[in-house]
């Protein structure tokens, strides 16, 4: 059965520190790995993977895939509360179904 | 704007009631999905369908119906059936839109609507 395992569950942190949120994945037919934020409402799109090595960027946040040891991670360097939500990561099969991590739940405390 | 609405934001209903949650798109999008979310899981989804007049069971059918008579609606049915409805509901839609959201990859989120069943 298809699965993505996120980690940690829940993380609190201070201002400023980096933090490292895990995605790990067994799924049958990869095609892309994804990573959402999801602050009250509705996710938001951050990052889509598809090649394992090739870094993305967005500001202070940053996604990197390995397809050989199936995990991803999500890097957010100098945290500010606004970068408090559940990060969800999720893999794209090759019939474009997502299948959901349970998602990591972030604190930035001031 | 390009969008996806989802109403009501909440819905409160009694238990033995059948309810239709409201989803639409004006992004052009093929296929649209209807997840739903509990405290502390991951997204599951319920039923999504690629083309008009064709959807497709999720993990998590049981439950629950759609129609998809039009490319921009894709409205869910609680039925009495299912037998813990009360959670978060979140419509997506993903599809050759036009413009940066020409993307089968990416699923674009309504604002979700809350349920709770008395």
């Known amino acids: 059965e298809d699965k993505v395992v996120q980690s940690p569950l829940s993380l609190v942190v201070h201002e400023g520190d980096t933090v490292t949120l895990n995605c790990s994945y067994e799924?049958?037919?990869?095609?892309?790995l994804l990573w959402y934020k999801q602050e009250k409402k509705a996710p938001t799109f951050l990052f889509m993977l598809t090649s394992s090595g090739i870094e993305k960027k967005s500001g202070r946040l940053s996604s990197i895939l390995d397809k050989k040891e199936l995990f991803s991670i999500l890097n957010i360097t100098a945290t500010q509360t606004g970068d408090s939500a559940v990060y969800l990561c999720?893999?794209?099969?090759?019939?474009?179904?997502?299948?959901w991590g349970a998602g990591t739940k972030l604190i930035i405390k001031p | 704007d390009g969008g996806i609405t989802q109403s009501p934001k909440y819905l409160f209903r009694k238990e033995g009631q059948n309810v239709t949650l409201s989803c639409e798109q004006n992004?052009?999008?093929?296929?649209m999905y209807w997840y739903r979310q509990d405290p502390g899981q991951g997204l599951r989804l319920i039923y999504y369908?690629?083309?008009?007049?064709?959807?497709q069971k999720g993990d998590i059918a049981e439950g629950y119906s759609v129609s998809r008579e039009k490319k921009e609606s894709f409205p869910l049915t609680v039925t009495s059936a299912q037998k813990n409805p009360t959670a978060f509901y979140l419509c997506?839609?993903?599809?050759?839109?036009?413009?940066?959201?020409?993307?089968?990859?990416?699923?674009?989120f309504g604002p979700g609507t809350r349920l709770t069943v008395l």
């Open positions: 799924v049958t037919n990869f095609r892309s």
């Open positions: 997506a839609s993903s599809g050759s839109g036009g413009g940066k959201l020409r993307s089968y990859n990416e699923q674009f």
């Open positions: 369908s690629q083309i008009v007049n064709d959807f």
């Open positions: 999720a893999v794209m099969d090759s019939n474009y179904q997502l299948i």
């Open positions: 992004l052009n999008h093929d296929a």
